[in-house]
């Protein structure tokens, strides 16, 4: 706040949500959600990515997931900020490990990175604490400052048929119809490529490798689909 010209006084402002938030119901608590609600996610103190909220697969979000929410002119939900509630917050695709030292005698050090690989390219390589596999496929969240601030490990079903495909929008998984989600990843396996669109690697091939987030029957959705 400013009280005048060359004035400024911060405080430290906290609060928590007024309720969970009911996706199907457009609620956050008892309060109505604007007809045009943006919302944004991030993990920890990462980058921010903006979510369609018409894609959100939960049916609910704690309050303990919402870590800011503003209201317009009319009292109504217009801004929302989750922490790590729906995973499109992460990038995903190959991950691959290593490290970086540097300094000498006393003074050395030595850091692990992190990169992946998707349809984008080979991304730069982040500094991180966690215990990521090699050669993985998953998902890694980073900060502005190259640190990764959380890692999502991917659930992966092999022989998955092209009948198993609901058109571009889903594939059932152990009798459970899995989304697939908006910014899906593609990797052809015999030409070490991404890049495909879903449809062109229905055309492509008989059976595929699924990489899915969350709970199969809650939240679970495709991230990554390998041709075999």
């Known amino acids: 706040t400013s009280s005048g010209i060359g004035k400024l006084t911060v405080t430290t402002v906290s609060a928590t949500a007024p309720g969970s938030l009911n996706v199907a119901g457009r609620t956050l608590g008892s309060i109505p959600l604007a ?3 943006t919302v944004y996610e991030r993990v920890g103190e990462s980058a921010v990515v903006e979510v369609d909220y018409d894609s959100i697969v939960l049916t609910q979000i704690a309050a303990s997931k919402i870590d800011f929410y503003a209201t317009d002119d009319q009292g109504r939900v217009n801004l929302l900020l989750l922490d790590d509630a729906t995973g499109d917050a992460y990038t995903y695709g190959l991950l691959e490990t290593g490290t970086t030292s540097g300094g000498s005698g006393s003074l050395s050090y030595s850091n692990r990175t992190v990169t992946v690989e998707n349809s984008g390219g080979l991304s730069q390589s ?8 090699d050669e993985t496929m ?8 190259e640190k990764v601030t959380g890692y999502c490990a991917l659930t992966k079903v092999s022989g998955v048929s092209r009948s198993a495909f609901d058109s571009t929008d889903a594939v059932v998984v152990d009798g459970v119809r899995v989304p697939i989600s908006d910014g899906a990843e ?32 809650q939240d679970a959705q495709v991230r990554i689909i390998c041709i075999n």
């Open 35 to 37: 007809d045009q609600v």
């Open 126 to 133: 982040y500094f991180t604490g966690l215990s990521i596999p």
């Open 186 to 217: 593609v990797y052809n396996e015999s030409s070490d490529s991404w890049g495909m669109s879903v449809e062109e690697a229905k055309g492509y091939a008989d059976s595929f490798t699924v990489y899915y987030s969350g709970t199969l029957g």
């Open 138 to 145: 998953g998902g890694i969240a980073v900060t502005d400052g």
